[in-house]
């Protein structure tokens, strides 16, 4: 989908021009891939609009820098700021939001000790991730996530979207909306950029991350979601044949938020409907995101707006 823009992006503690907002094309990051990011929604609600989960984000964030010896010299309260200082001055709602920390123009070779820290955070309209109404026909992927010791999973780095792309791509040539990744040793591990559910015999399940998955933050929201409904919830290893066999399987991510599957490699998952677990799942989900439901959990962010656009769905 092109990008639709705004007025300001935010970049090392100052507001400035979108069309400003550019690096050098011999910046480290353009060669050697050193990028983590975060992808973060903001809903629209009756009275405004608030953040979803933003410091679990921006921690998120603070952690694939660790990881990557990225030294970032901002807080994590000054970024959470940031990120409403950057909605409110665009005000544009409902809207994703994208903070990226890179390592921008300074020196070449793979180390990274002369290139300096870099930090954007850019708002725009996003609609809808995950294609097909009534459910997602979606295959497994012939590529593996990245092997342990290799990548890290935990990390939301930029380089391990060229996994990310090879699994969509083939996904998208051969006419899925989505491709599921297993890991290094044959098991489930999640899709492109989302993490993934399988119901069966009315259990929820979903692979830990020690299968080379992304700590989710809708994740780890389906999860609470779930418990407080009154839920079985496990995780663990899962192999590849229970997603033929399910009953229910969906799509939890920012992007994808809840989105149920209906078939994989042409299997038809359950009565291939949305499932009851997955309504429901998704009905919490989405009411405490928009503000219809309490927010129970304390997982909403207000922001300010003056004016509100809706997002091109
Ligand atoms: C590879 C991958 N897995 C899982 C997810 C879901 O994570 P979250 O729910 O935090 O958006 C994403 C999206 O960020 C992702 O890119």
New binding site residues.
Partial sequence: MPIQTTPNIWHNGKLIPWEQATIHVMSHVVHYGSSVF???RCYSQPSGAAIF?LP??MQ?LLDSAKIYRMDVPYSLEELCAAVVDVIEANGVSPCYIRPIILRGYGEIGVSPKGSPIEVYIANFPWGKYIQGSGGADVCVSSWN?MAPNTLP?LA?AGA??MN?QLIHMEAEVNGYAEGIALDVNGLIS??????VFVVRNGVLYTPPLANS?????????VLTIARHLGLPVTEQALPRELLYIADEVFF?????EVSSIRSVDHVTVGDGKPGEITKKIADEFFGIASGLKPDRFGWLTPVKLAATEPAAV
């Fill in positions: 975060e992808g973060i989960r679990e984000h998120r996530r999973s939301k391990n979207y990310s999640e899709g492109s950029g989302e993490n998955a992304l700590s989710g933050i809708t994740r780890d929201s939890s991510g920012t992007a994808a």
